[in-house]
């Protein structure tokens, strides 16, 4: 990873794009030359360099929040940020928060200059003396090219696929070689290619990067050994091919035609990534996602981003710990969490207690969420949501303190007919503008090393790993396509697994069940109810890594669901009290924030209004 680094920060002064036709014009400054730069391995390597380092450094990259926060998991408190307005419905063709297109189509440019450049084995050498070396690290590199531009593909398909007027499943405009020049005018009338058609050359360039690149870099070879974790993998391009092929075959994609053979051939590129890359499941850790060890990247993280900074916690622990409470999830993705013995809480055989909601619940809450009475910090107090109370009646307007019943006198903050509130909790929401709105703080990605932002002018930073591509996601893809393909239990030709059988195992291994799931096992008879199941356990596993907000849209689920939070009060005898957390109790449900999609339109995105001007041949999807 050090090379990447390294080359980032030298490809500063070496490459830059021009405005305008902005991503048809790369630039490479040299003093003499681009012929002469183009020569040297370290310019031609950074082009491609420059499609890595377009890809987000960090997790929360939607303008500094996760893009749970425009779904009904969650919201932001920051209300001038791109996601606060998202979550309100506020898109377009001129304003799309999560829009991608220069940056897809910039690091396809990059990515065809350095293959069309490294292609010249006469000119460029990245070992002089040494030809076997340089062809397998030349090769290695056209590997990456591959993937990157399998990749920048998958990412212009999940924004901007989607369904026209005239009912065609449309992609993007597919680009396969460095536009120059006299080309420019060709590529910037060219229509978007079908859907299918993106899906087939995203598959093409997996296989192309599978059959170069290592399974993964391990050892100390200077050209395929670990230094170089974090660079593209035949691995991760497995994982992307599942990837697409489950987008391909989802509902939003396919305007109800019966795709047997689409969700076939999803779980069949799903079990080659479990069987050809060798991935096994193993669930989230609290430690992994609090302290990860950056010396030892996890097998499940296939491709992935790491920073050593403090700016997810400064963003995103509660403001009595310095931080600014970003990120609030819901009591929605609270519900969601079933109870350790794998029943939702709705059950009744769960056991669920919502005036003791987080007891006996399944570790993934713990490991999602801070939630009241759980520590923020390693060794520190439990977070305070709730707001302690006394029964008094105040005889005197200017009393200003009352007993707390334990022979303390504390101030008075709000009086209420005959109760008086007499201390907010330090994390609550009356305790700080920035205090969470729904109850909750996030918790994962969240380093829980103490007093990490309490010394202003020494804060400490903390190792984090934005996995991009996890290896846990082949198996809940397998999972979703076989059921749709075959059923619960039926097992698609090629295959090894049911969807029953991954989920079993996902189940036991992150809820910590033994070897009876009596509430997996009564879900088996209808395959819409498995449907359901395997939609909420992958809402679970892969909560804010940024995948609901686009799960939702592909399965056509409901937009609009209105984000709940919930509230608790302490009596002087420490007895708390909730009110939002039962869901037998939609009366008693607290309303924070009101998820805006309210049209069909909605379930995809509008092309950038520049490229629909320059170009009268692409089509944009309905509704925009």
């Not at 006469?122 to 590997?143: F, P, Q, Y």
């Not at 995105?605 to 309905?622: F, G, I, R, S, T």
């Amino acid at each position: 990873m050090k090379k990447i680094r390294y080359i980032l920060g030298s490809l500063a002064l070496v490459c830059s794009l021009a405005a305008c036709d902005d991503y048809l014009d790369p630039k490479v400054d040299s003093p003499y030359g681009d012929e002469f730069a183009y020569t040297l391995p370290g310019p031609v390597e950074g082009f491609l360099t420059n499609a890595y380092g377009a890809i987000p450094g960090q997790i929360d990259h939607y303008d500094g929040d996760f893009l749970d926060a425009a779904t009904g998991d969650a919201v932001t408190n920051q209300y001038s940020s791109n996601i606060y307005d998202l979550g309100g419905g506020k898109m377009s063709s001129t304003s799309n928060p999560i829009g991608i297109w220069d940056a897809a189509y910039s690091s396809f440019q990059w990515i065809h200059l350095f293959q069309e450049k490294s292609a010249d084995t006469a000119t460029v050498k990245w070992w002089i003396s040494d030809d076997a070396k340089d062809a397998i690290e030349r090769t290695r590199l056209m590997g990456e090219s591959y993937f990157l531009r399998a990749y920048w593909g998958m990412e212009l398909l999940r924004v901007y696929g989607g369904v026209t007027e005239s009912g065609e499943v449309l992609g993007y405009p597919i680009v396969t070689e460095f536009v120059d020049e006299d080309q420019k005018d060709e590529v910037l009338n060219m229509p978007r290619n079908t859907y299918e058609e993106c899906v087939l050359q995203i598959l093409e360039d997996c296989d192309s990067a599978i059959s170069i690149l290592p399974m993964a870099y391990t050892g100390d070879d200077v050209i395929l050994g670990k230094a170089h974790i974090g660079r593209a993998t035949a691995a991760a391009a497995y994982v992307l091919k599942s990837r697409v092929a489950t987008f391909a075959a989802s509902p939003a994609y396919n305007g109800g035609v019966d795709v047997q053979e689409k969700w076939e051939r999803a779980a069949i590129l799903s079990q080659d990534a479990i069987d050809k890359a060798g991935i096994s499941y193993s669930a989230l850790t609290y430690n992994l996602v609090t302290t990860p060890d950056l010396s030892t990247t996890p097998s499940d993280y296939l491709f992935r981003r790491y920073h050593n900074n403090n700016s997810l916690e400064s963003r995103n622990l509660p403001p009595a710990f310095w931080g600014d409470g970003r990120t609030n999830p819901s009591q929605n993705l609270v519900d969601a969490f079933p109870m350790s013995n794998g029943y939702p809480i709705a059950d009744p055989a769960s056991g669920y207690d919502p005036q003791n909601p987080f007891a006996g619940r399944d570790p993934r809450l713990r490991n999602t969420v801070i939630y009241n009475g759980v520590s923020v910090e390693d060794g520190g107090r439990g977070m305070e949501a709730a707001e302690t109370i006394a029964e008094y009646f105040v005889l005197d307007a200017d009393t200003t303190e009352v007993d707390d019943g334990f022979g303390n006198m504390v101030e008075v903050i709000t009086i209420v007919s005959d109760t008086v509130i007499y201390r907010k909790g330090l994390d609550s929401e009356g305790a700080d503008y920035r205090g969470t709105r729904t109850g909750y703080y996030l918790r994962k990605w969240i380093s829980d090393k103490a007093a990490m932002l309490s010394d202003i002018n020494q804060k400490l930073n903390a190792e984090h790993i934005y996995p991009i591509i996890r290896g846990a996601e082949a198996f809940y893809n397998l999972a979703e396509a076989s059921n749709e393909a075959a059923g619960p239990t039926g097992i698609v030709p090629g295959c090894s697994q049911s969807a029953y059988d991954i989920i079993k195992n996902t189940r036991t291994k992150s809820i910590g069940l033994g070897a009876s799931d009596p509430y997996l096992d009564s879900q088996v008879a209808d395959k819409s109810d498995f449907r359901a199941l395997i939609q909420n356990e992958r809402r679970l596993e892969f909560a804010f890594e940024n995948h609901r907000y686009f799960d939702l849209r592909r399965w056509l689920l409901p937009l609009a669901e209105t984000v709940r939070g919930m509230s608790v009060t302490q009596d002087e005898t420490g007895v708390y009290t909730f009110e939002g957390t039962d869901p037998a109790n939609p009366a008693g449900f607290i309303e924070v924030e009101k998820r805006s999609f309210d049209s069909d339109r909605y379930y995809y995105h509008p092309l950038p209004y520049d490229e629909m001007a320059k170009n009268p041949y692409l089509e944009n999807n309905k509704g925009w």
